[in-house]
């Protein structure tokens, strides 16, 4: 079936660094691809979603490129803030109606 | 819009208690989603509707939980009896047709001691 991976957390980084959470899936057909943030005591909200291969997605100075040939959507930042702690989902939808979900990588950002 | 608004945000309950936790998606979305996350397990989809009719339920770990989305503006999701290993947080998430995002709201934060 239908299945998201991404790296493992919690990712703890400082103000500034560069990031990176790596992301792969492996689906049926052509999904659509997104990454959900998740910050403390809230619900996810859509981070940024691209659609088909080779698209980019970007929002909020992050970015993440849909990769056909190694079924990747890596997560990237140039330049964190501590304001970017969070939990990150990378997640998955085909023709059907369900969001498949990976579980979630928590950055720490220290000042 | 004021977004997906849950209901309470936080329980506490003693074992063996009904829970019912309740749900108010965006107008005009179409379909309705309940989630449960945990650290151990993470967030896991246990039944969607899709204009108020239950689509798919087979995430619903077992008899003693049932959903209802009575008409299109509510959901409840209810746990008789409820169980400490019910401890979690639940979230509901609507979606417009034709959208690929969901809009999840706060949560549920559930205590069963």
């Known amino acids: 079936g239908d299945s998201v991976t991404q790296m493992e957390g919690p990712v703890t980084l400082s103000e500034e660094a560069f990031l990176t959470i790596n992301c792969t899936y492996t689906?049926?057909?052509?999904?659509?691809l997104f990454w959900y943030v998740q910050y403390p005591g809230e619900g996810l909200q859509l981070l940024l979603k691209?659609?088909?291969?080779?698209d980019k997605g970007s929002n909020k100075g992050f970015e993440a490129t849909y990769r056909k040939e190694t079924t990747s959507f890596h997560l990237e930042k140039g330049s964190v803030q501590v304001s970017d702690s969070a939990v990150y989902f990378c997640?998955?939808?085909?023709?059907?109606?369900?969001?498949?979900f990976g579980a979630g990588t928590r950055l720490f950002v220290k000042a | 819009d004021a977004g997906v608004i849950q209901s309470p945000r936080h329980e506490v309950t003693e074992m063996g208690q009904e829970v019912t936790l309740r749900c108010k998606p965006i107008?005009?979305?179409?379909?309705l989603f309940w989630y449960r996350q945990t650290m151990m397990r993470g967030l896991e989809l246990l039944i969607y509707?899709?204009?108020?009719?239950?689509?798919?339920d087979s995430g619903m770990p077992e008899d003693r939980f049932s959903a209802k989305m009575p008409n299109a503006s509510f959901s409840t999701l209810k746990i008789q009896p409820s169980e400490p290993r019910d401890s979690a947080v639940y979230f509901c998430?609507?979606?417009?047709?034709?959208?690929?995002?969901?809009?999840f709201g706060p949560g549920t934060r559930l205590t069963v001691t």
């Open positions: 107008s005009g979305h179409d379909y």
């Open positions: 691209a659609t088909k291969a080779d």
């Open positions: 509707f899709n204009n108020n009719v239950p689509i798919d």
């Open positions: 998430a609507s979606v417009p047709t034709g959208s690929h995002e969901q809009y």
């Open positions: 997640a998955l939808k085909t023709g059907g109606f369900k969001t498949i």
């Open positions: 689906a049926t057909g052509y999904p659509s």
